[in-house]
């Protein structure tokens, strides 16, 4: 059964910590994974995408890691901001009718 | 990247109304937008895939005749739902899909906050 899991559920750190979430996937055939940052209250952004190829992809202090061995993926924030309080989703596309999976999310908020 | 309009941003309907919602991929043509379906805290689920010219595809236990989807142009996809009743308050996201030679890209709308008095 294809599944994305993200964990953990929900974080709270400080401002100006760094964070690491966890996305693990079992789909198959892979197509390729993205990381989107959610407001409360608004529409998913694109944080970044990688095909199977791609280890790793950053955007700013967003860090994304991909094994597509493990399925695993991992998104680091660094240096936290308040503005980075959100939910991130882990969506992978699979081939063959270019199918995609949500995940839950982990809602990350950032106290000052 | 690729801009997604989607109107409008709140609305508040009475049950038995009906209430449709738009999404247009403003610099670019879309042959296949995707509307989802969000309760708080949770995350998209996809209600159904919609196609230009061509009928949407509704994902199992989405009612067709609940939520009309029509994809006239390459840039605009509406969805309309239908005597409304208070259990179909969500937040509704459509996306444009930009297929590439290696991947494909979505774009999203800022989401339709539906209310059902």
């Known amino acids: 059964k294809n599944q994305v899991e993200q964990s953990p559920q929900s974080l709270i750190i400080l401002e100006g910590k760094n964070c690491t979430l966890q996305c693990n996937y079992t789909v198959s055939p892979f197509s390729n994974l993205r990381w989107y940052k959610q407001d409360t209250g608004r529409g998913p952004v694109s944080l970044t995408i990688?095909?199977?190829?791609?280890n790793t992809k950053s955007n700013g202090r967003y860090t994304a890691t991909l094994d597509a061995d493990t399925k695993q993926s991992s998104l680091h924030i660094t240096a936290s901001q308040l503005s980075d309080s959100a939910s991130y989703i882990c969506?992978?596309?699979?081939?063959?009718?270019?199918?995609?999976?949500f995940g839950a999310g982990t809602r990350l908020f950032v106290k000052a | 990247g690729a801009v997604v309009s989607q109107h409008p941003s709140r609305v508040i309907c009475k049950s038995g109304t009906s209430v449709k919602i738009e999404c247009r991929s403003l610099?670019?043509?879309?042959?296949?937008m995707f509307w989802y379906r969000q309760f708080p805290k949770q995350s998209l689920m996809l209600m159904a895939t919609s196609n230009e010219g061509s009928k949407a595809t509704y994902e199992q236990g989405v009612e067709k005749d609940k939520f009309l989807i029509n994809h006239a142009s390459l840039t605009l996809s509406t969805l309309t739902v239908t005597s409304a009743h208070p259990e179909d308050s969500s937040f509704y996201i459509c996306?444009?899909?930009?297929?590439?030679?290696?991947?494909?890209?979505?774009?999203f709308g800022s989401g339709t906050q539906l209310s059902v008095l």
């Open positions: 990688m095909t199977f190829s791609e």
């Open positions: 969506v992978v596309t699979y081939t063959g009718g270019f199918k995609t999976i």
């Open positions: 610099d670019f043509q879309a042959t296949t």
């Open positions: 996306s444009a899909r930009v297929a590439g030679r290696f991947n494909e890209k979505l774009f």
